[in-house]
C-alpha cells in the first residue's frame, strides 16, 4: 500500500515511516526540514529513513502549490495520505503567527487539494491536537465537546483543519481522520517540547521554569502508543452515512492525566541529577490540565495505550543519553 506522508522528518512522522516501512509499505516522505528546531536531529531522522528501499523523500513545502502538484502527478497509485506537517508548538504561535497561517491552514488546503486529485485515494488521516478543547473544563476531553473556545493561535488553526476537512468531506466525499494528538513524549522527540528541555537543562545544571508549581496536568502518550493507534486508522476509512459526510476525528491519548511535577521527578531519576526549579505564573496560552477520552478509538481499532509514563521517561532518558554523548551523568549527580 503506497503512502504518502508528510512531516517525514518530524518526531511523529519519523516512528510512524518506519512502522509503515517494518510492515512493508512503500513510503513517499513530504518535509520541508524548517529551522523550528534543530534541523541536523531531522537529518538524523531522514537518514536512518533513507536506509530503506521503500522509502523515497521530497524536500518540499506542502503550502507550495505547484510543488505539491508536481509530487501528485507522480503519485497516481497511492492510497492513503498521512498528514502531520505543520507548525507545531503552542507558545511560537505568540511569536511568529504568521508561520502557523501558512503551513497549517495553507498547508492543509493543500493537502485536501492533493488528496482529492489523486485517483485511487482510500483515506486521509490528519494531525489535530488536544489543544482544539482550549478552556474547556470537560474532563476527559470527547470528540464530542464544544470546540469553540480555543486560547491559542495554534489551536485555532488545528480546528480550523477539521472543519476544512468536514467541508471537502461534505463537498468531494473524500474519507478523512482527524486524530488529536495529546502530548506525544518519546526517544527522537522534538527538542522544542517540555520534557526535552527539561532534560536538557537537568544536564546542564540550568534551572527549568514550572508553571503554576508544576500543578498543570497533561495527558502524557508514548510515541509507540501513538504509532499502533495511527496504523490502526489507516485501514478503517470512514463512511458517508446519510446527511453526514465521510469525515471523523478521534482522541489519541494515554487516557491518563498527571502532574508536570511527577514528569520532572521520573526525569531527575533517570537522568541521576536534581533539577534546578524555578516558578512562574502559567502562561495564557496554556490550559491547566489535558485528558483524553480514547473510547471511540478504541472501538474503531482495539488502541489501548500500554506505556506510562513511569516507563516512557526511562526510555526517552536513555535515548536522549545516547544521542548527545552523554556518558556516565549519574556519578555527577546531586
Given amino acids: 500500500m503506497p503512502v504518502l506522508l508528510t512531516g517525514a522528518a518530524g518526531f511523529i512522522g519519523?516512528?510512524?515511516a518506519e512502522a509503515l516501512l517494518a510492515r512493508g509499505e512503500r513510503v513517499i516522505g513530504v518535509d520541508c526540514v524548517n529551522d523550528y528546531y534543530d534541523p541536523r536531529l531531522k537529518a538524523a531522522r531522514l537518514a536512518r529513513l533513507e536506509r530503506h528501499a521503500g522509502f523515497a523523500f521530497h524536500r518540499l513545502d506542502v503550502a507550495d502549490r505547484a510543488a505539491m502538484a508536481e509530487l501528485a502527478a507522480g503519485c497516481a497509485d497511492v492510497e492513503v495520505v498521512v498528514h502531520l506537517a505543520a507548525q507545531a508548538g503552542v507558545r511560537h504561535s505568540l511569536v511568529d503567527p504568521y508561520a502557523y497561517v501558512h503551513s497549517n491552514v495553507m498547508g492543509h488546503l493543500v493537502v485536501q487539494e492533493?488528496?482529492?486529485?489523486?485517483?485511487?485515494?482510500r483515506h486521509l488521516v490528519y494531525a489535530s491536537s488536544s489543544s482544539v478543547y482550549g478552556a474547556s473544563r470537560e474532563l476527559p476531553f470527547a470528540e464530542g465537546d464544544r470546540v469553540d473556545t480555543p486560547v491559542s493561535l495554534y489551536a485555532a488553526t488545528k480546528r480550523a483543519d477539521e472543519l476544512m476537512a468536514y467541508a471537502y468531506g461534505h463537498l468531494f466525499g473524500l474519507p478523512q481522520t482527524g486524530l488529536r494528538f495529546f502530548t506525544v513524549y518519546g526517544p527522537?522527540?522534538?527538542?522544542d517540547m517540555a520534557y526535552y528541555g527539561f532534560a536538557r537543562a537537568i544536564v546542564a545544571g540550568e534551572p527549568i521554569t514550572l508553571y503554576d508549581g508544576g500543578r498543570l496536568r497533561r495527558d502524557f502518550t508514548?510515541?509507540?502508543d501513538i504509532v499502533v493507534g495511527v496504523l490502526g486508522c489507516l485501514d478503517k476509512p470512514p463512511a458517508a452515512a446519510p446527511g453526514a459526510p465521510p469525515v471523523r476525528v478521534l482522541n489519541i491519548g494515554n487516557h491518563r492525566s498527571e502532574a508536570v511535577s511527577t514528569l520532572v521527578a521520573l526525569l531527575e531519576q533517570a537522568l541521576g541529577r536534581r533539577a534546578v526549579i524555578r516558578t512562574a505564573p502559567r502562561p495564557d496560552a496554556d490550559v491547566e490540565e489535558t485528558f483524553a477520552a480514547v473510547e471511540a478509538i478504541g472501538r474503531l481499532t482495539g488502541f489501548a495505550p500500554r506505556t506510562?509514563?513511569?516507563?516512557?521517561?526511562?526510555?526517552f532518558a536513555a535515548w536522549f543519553c545516547d544521542f548527545h554523548g552523554i556518558v556516565d551523568l549519574g556519578k555527577n549527580g546531586g
Avoid at 492533493?114 to 485515494?121: E, F, G, I, K, N
Avoid at 527522537?188 to 527538542?191: I, K, N, S, T, Y
Fill in 14 to 16: 519519523y516512528h510512524l
Fill in 308 to 315: 506510562p509514563l513511569a516507563d516512557g521517561i526511562p526510555r
Fill in 114 to 121: 492533493t488528496a482529492r486529485r489523486l485517483p485511487r485515494l
Fill in 188 to 191: 527522537w522527540g522534538r527538542p
Fill in 222 to 224: 508514548y510515541i509507540d
